[in-house]
C-alpha cells in the first residue's frame, strides 16, 4: 500500500507537475490535502484486520517529511508489523532524522536525488540550499552509521532521478554519488509531461545520446555491484512498450496494490485515476471488500482479451505496474514467460 500522507512539498522540481514553477494554477501548498494521524490509525487497523499486507510505502504528491506527525507515523506503521519504504527528496533528512529512522527500523527509503553534481542538482530544485545535494549524501550515511551502532541491517537504498533534458548528461555522475555512499540501487524514472513542462522532454537528438549514457551506466553500475534499471529505461520508453506487454499478460494491481491519497480517495493504482472510495466516508475494509473494487479488478484481468484499458487507467501508455505484473504473470505462468528486468525491489512478487 502507498499512503500519500501531503500533498505539501518544501521544493519546486522543474519537472513536477504537481509544484513545478513552470505549471500555472497550482494551489498554494498551505491549502493542500494532508492526512489526520486517526485516518491513518483507522487505516493500520483495517490493514491488520484484514491480513495479507505486508508492505507499507508513505509517500505522496508532497514531501512525506514535511508531514508534522511524519515521525509518529513512521513509528506506528512499524508498530502495526509492516515493512515500511519512505520516498522523500532527502532535503529535511537531516542526520538526526536519519538516525532516527535508522531506530524506529525503516526498511527501505528511496531520494529522489536527481542529478549527480550540485550544478544540476540546483537547476532542478530552483531554490534549494547549495549544500543541499551533499547534506542529503550525509544523512544517508548517518543513516548507515547508526544501523551499525544498533547492529541492524541498514535500509535498502535508492537514489533516483527523473530522465529530462537537464539530468541526463548527469547520470554517471549520480552513479558514482551512489557508490560513494554504499547505496545499492539507482533507479531511473521516466518524465511524467504536463503541457507546461513538455519541453523539458528530450529531442531525438538527445535521445540518441542519452542511449548510449543508459548503456554505459548498465555497464558501470554492474562493475561497480549497483543495481540499476538503465538496460530496462530504454525499452520501456518504446511509445508501444506497455500495450504489447498487455497483449500478453493481466494487470494484477487491484490484488497486490491499492494508492491512498491525503486527502483518502482509495485509488486502484497509481497510474489510474479511478477511486474506490473515500477514507472520510467509509473504512478501508469496506473499500477493500466492495464490489465496485471486486468489478474493477475482473477488468483489469480482463486486459489480454480486450483491446483498451479500463477506464482513467494509463495501462497502455505508461503504466508504472508493467514490470511487476509481468514478474508475477511469470510466477504463475512459467511456461509463458515473458523477458523483464527485475521491479526496483522484490515486495509484490517475493
Request: proline letters at 7%; aromatic letters at 6%; one cysteine or more.
Amino acid at each position: 500500500m502507498q499512503i500519500g500522507i501531503t500533498d505539501r512539498c518544501n521544493f519546486r522540481c522543474l519537472m513536477c507537475p504537481s509544484h513545478s514553477p513552470l505549471v500555472p494554477g497550482l494551489p498554494p501548498e498551505g491549502q493542500r490535502a494532508q492526512m489526520p494521524l486517526p485516518v491513518l490509525r483507522g487505516l493500520l487497523d483495517d490493514l491488520t484486520r484484514l491480513g495479507g499486507t505486508r508492505w507499507i510505502d508513505l509517500v505522496g504528491v508532497g514531501e512525506p517529511l514535511l508531514h508534522p506527525d511524519f515521525v509518529q507515523f513512521a513509528e506506528e506503521v512499524k508498530r502495526s508489523g509492516f515493512g515500511l519504504c519512505i520516498s522523500t527528496n532527502g532535503a529535511l533528512l537531516t542526520t538526526e532524522i536519519a538516525a532516527l529512522l535508522a531506530e524506529i527500523g525503516v526498511d527501505r527509503i528511496n531520494v529522489s536525488i536527481n542529478a549527480g553534481s550540485d550544478e544540476v542538482y540546483r537547476e532542478v530544485h530552483p531554490g534549494a540550499p547549495a549544500a543541499t545535494r551533499q547534506a542529503i549524501l550525509a544523512s544517508l550515511r548517518a543513516m548507515y552509521a547508526r544501523c551499525r551502532e544498533l547492529g541492524r541491517p541498514r535500509p535498502a537504498a535508492a537514489l533516483s532521478a527523473v530522465v529530462f533534458r537537464r539530468t541526463y548528461r548527469d547520470l554517471p555522475a549520480l552513479l558514482d554519488s551512489a557508490a560513494a555512499v554504499g547505496v545499492g540501487y539507482v533507479h531511473l524514472h521516466p518524465l511524467a509531461t504536463v503541457p507546461a513542462t513538455e519541453d523539458l522532454a528530450l529531442d531525438a537528438e538527445e535521445w540518441e545520446h542519452a542511449r548510449q549514457v543508459f548503456r554505459d551506466l548498465a555497464a558501470r553500475a554492474c562493475e561497480l555491484g549497483i543495481r540499476t534499471n538503465a538496460s530496462a529505461f530504454l525499452a520501456e520508453e518504446r511509445p508501444d512498450h506497455c500495450r504489447e506487454i498487455y497483449r500478453r499478460i493481466r494487470c494484477y494491481a487491484g490484488h497486490v496494490f491499492t494508492v491512498i491519497l491525503a486527502d483518502g480517495q482509495v485509488r486502484f493504482c497509481c497510474g489510474c485515476e479511478w477511486t474506490a472510495g473515500d477514507l472520510n466516508q467509509q473504512s478501508f475494509w469496506r473499500i477493500w471488500r466492495s464490489r465496485g473494487y471486486a468489478r474493477m479488478r475482473q477488468t483489469a484481468l480482463s486486459l489480454p482479451r480486450v483491446s483498451r484499458a479500463p477506464a482513467g487507467c494509463s495501462c497502455f501508455q505508461m503504466c508504472p505496474h508493467a514490470a511487476h505484473n509481468t514478474a508475477i504473470h511469470n510466477q504463475l505462468f512459467p511456461q509463458r514467460r515473458l523477458p523483464t528486468t527485475a521491479p526496483p525491489d522484490a515486495r509484490l512478487t517475493e
